[in-house]
């Protein structure tokens, strides 16, 4: 069994490294939107010919000696935004979105992609055109080096290097099913009555970054000192991001090592955190309660979640599965009665129809577990961990306009979640029930 892991590391650039970074990435974005406006160009000619990523890719020494300057940073990372814009176009023939323009600062990163091109030593790394450079290798590669990624946050460069390495088949893990409800007061509900906390923001926190971003609208537009503030911002929200990530990967590290079956919910997240509706003029309705609601919604990054237990379960020998979220949370676990008003708070459930009384989060996570088994993965009722093909049901599913429909269901069923406090504490564990 072939496995690619990555494994990333801190650079310490000197000041011209850095620079050659930046320039570096400069001109990638540059190259991407290029060849971008050259394929739209192209389309909309009467007799269009049909563009690959090797034809453009052979126009780079003709559009060197226009530019100059691209030729002061290596060949490779701008060949390989070639061939990004190439695989955007492919996902978009698949039904994907249209490839966008890149902007100053979304990507902040280029990749080598031929182990030929660095060289990782202990203690520093080769890299095209900037040398060696400083970095901490924390801990040791396993296996061999394909390519190499150089990305920065804030002030900070980080290196990631994708290894392809040969392991066994992982033998079936024989750990008990566990069902998962992604909440906002309560980030991940397991269905044992596990409750596993995960980093979130305070109200001290979006104070001190709204301050840190008023400074940025005081200063003087394209001014150094602009620069530092924007700086300053940018470090607060990698500092969020890390101690976000760090407690997802421990989370889900330990339910993936534990666990033979992963139920989770197959949430529309992009269709949850839409904006409400209205405009300047004509505001719309809980404008303010919504954009709390996306704000502890992308605090708690499902998504993020989902793709580390996907990618771990393949590792331990687990399975998951993502199933349909409607009314898992008004379904009575008892005698599976569906009621709205079963749930009377963001941590009580009582049926209307038997009486049942029982934690909200764990009486969902409860009825993920038994769809989940139920179906068993199956195509068009739950989608496996398959990335391609859970994609392709939710492109069709958006056709027949059920996503947008499920994804308020699971906005309005989420908004009982706000309610409950949102602490900024390291991840810990208690149980409920």
Known sequence: MIMLKAYRYRLYPTSEQETLFRQTVGCCRFVYNLCLDQRKLERHRSNPRRLTAYDQISELTDLKAEAPWLREVPHHALCQAIIDLDKAFKKFFAGAGFPKFRKRGDRN???????????????????????????????????????????????????SIQCEMEVDEPRPNLGPAVGIDIGVAKPLTLSTGEVIELPRSTEQGRHKLAALQRKV????????????????????????????????????????????VIVIENLMVRNMTASAAGTVEQPGRNVAAKSGLNRS???????????MLEYKAAWYGSRVIAVNPAFTSQMCRVCGSIHPDNRTSQASFVCRECGHEDNADLNAATNI???????????????????????????????????VLQGRESSR?????????????????????
């Open 109 to 159: 990163s280029f990749r080598y992609p031929d182990p030929k091109q660095f060289k990782p030593k202990q203690g520093r790394i080769f890299l095209p055109k900037a040398g060696w450079v400083t970095w901490v290798q924390h801990c040791p590669m396993d296996g061999k080096p394909k390519a190499a990624t150089v990305s920065r946050e804030a002030d900070c460069w980080y290196v």
């Open 217 to 260: 609208a005081r200063k003087t537009k394209g001014s150094r000192n602009q620069a530092r503030a924007r700086l300053a911002v940018a470090r607060f929200q990698a500092r969020l991001a890390r101690r976000r990530k760090d407690a997802a990967h421990k989370a889900t590290t330990r339910i993936a090592k534990s666990h033979g």
């Open 297 to 307: 919604i992308l605090d708690v990054a499902p998504y993020q979640i989902r793709s």
């Open 369 to 403: 577990l038994r769809l989940g088994l139920k179906t068993g993965g199956r195509p068009g009722v739950a989608c496996e961990s398959n990335r391609a093909g859970g994609r392709k049901q939710e492109r069709r599913a958006a056709r027949r306009g059920s996503s």
């Open 413 to 433: 069923r989420l908004l009982m979640h706000e309610r409950g406090p949102s602490t900024l504490t390291d991840s810990g564990v208690h149980r409920i029930g």
